[in-house]
């Protein structure tokens, strides 16, 4: 049974700094992309971040460039997101994904695609404040 587990997520204020993890069971984790997801209220869910199975490939949408910095821990099958200069923008739930294949394919490559990855955690929440 695969489980994927989020954490890190609070409320901080504008132009701060958080780092959320991701951690995964039930699963090669070295074998996976990971991605970060994020839905605010009222709007879809975007992908944030993404980074393949060796870390060789990675993608960020425009708007956290520069700002974000996805990694991962293959052997603690841990992925992070340290997110800084945060905006009020930011504020959303955020949810760690792996690709449902697990093949060492490439998902990150030109950005992501939420039917790529089958296994989902349940979110952490990111609030930030003025």
């Known amino acids: 049974q695969v489980q994927v587990t989020e954490s890190g997520g609070e409320m901080v204020q504008e132009g701060g700094s958080l780092r959320l993890s991701c951690t995964t069971s039930g699963l090669t984790f070295s074998n996976h992309a990971m991605a970060w997801f994020r839905q605010a209220p009222g709007q879809e869910r975007e992908g944030v971040a993404c980074i393949s199975w060796g870390s060789a490939n990675i993608y960020y949408v425009d708007s956290v460039k520069g700002r974000f910095t996805i990694s991962r821990d293959n052997a603690k099958n841990t992925v992070y997101l340290q997110m800084s200069s945060l905006k009020v923008e930011d504020t959303a739930k955020y949810y760690c994904?792996?690709?449902?294949?697990?093949?060492?394919?490439?998902?990150?490559?030109?950005?992501?695609?939420?039917?790529?990855?089958?296994?989902w955690g349940q979110g952490t929440q990111v609030t930030v404040s003025t």
């Open positions: 994904a792996a690709d449902g294949a697990g093949r060492g394919y490439d998902y990150c490559t030109g950005g992501t695609r939420q039917g790529d990855f089958g296994y």
